[in-house]
Nanobody
Framework: QVQLVESGGGLVQAGGSLRLSCAAS????????LGWFRQDPGKEREFVAAISRSGSTTEYQDSVKGRFTISRDNAKKEVYLQMNSLKPEDTGVYSC????????????????????WGQGTQVTVSS
């Protein structure tokens, strides 16, 4: 079955950086747009960033614009989230997700538009 496996989370001080990776298996990777979401206990899942099938379109939550960068490597079947200038409010469980659209350059922000999800990786930013 399809698997998405995240890695790269951890504990970092405010102002530091982390790079999250998500590896896909048994997925025709290049037909999926990909997203990163964050969830805190007791809260709804929150959109962080997304990238289109072609990689030409990216979207970000306003609070992470200019600090986070999403990218993908279709040959490796991996998606990444480079997180710089981290803040305590970035703390949470980060999950990658994949969804299908015919368009090469479109993405979605609503988690209901994603078919497959990883288990998540914890990111903790200390002040």
């Amino acid at each position: 079955q399809v698997q998405l496996v995240e890695s790269g989370g951890g504990l970092v001080q405010a102002g530091g950086s982390l790079r999250l990776s998500c590896a896909a298996s048994k997925l025709t990777f290049n037909i999926y747009y990909l997203g990163w979401f964050r969830q805190d206990p007791g809260k709804e899942r929150e959109f962080v960033a997304a990238i289109s099938r072609s990689g030409s379109t990216t979207e970000y939550q306003d609070s992470v614009k200019g600090r986070f960068t999403i990218s993908r490597d279709n040959a490796k079947k991996e998606v990444y989230l480079q997180m710089n200038s981290l803040k305590p409010e970035d703390t949470g469980v980060y999950s990658c997700a994949a969804g299908v659209l015919a368009a090469m350059t479109m993405v979605r922000r609503d988690p209901r538009d994603y078919e497959y999800w990883g288990q998540g990786t914890q990111v903790t930013v200390s002040s």
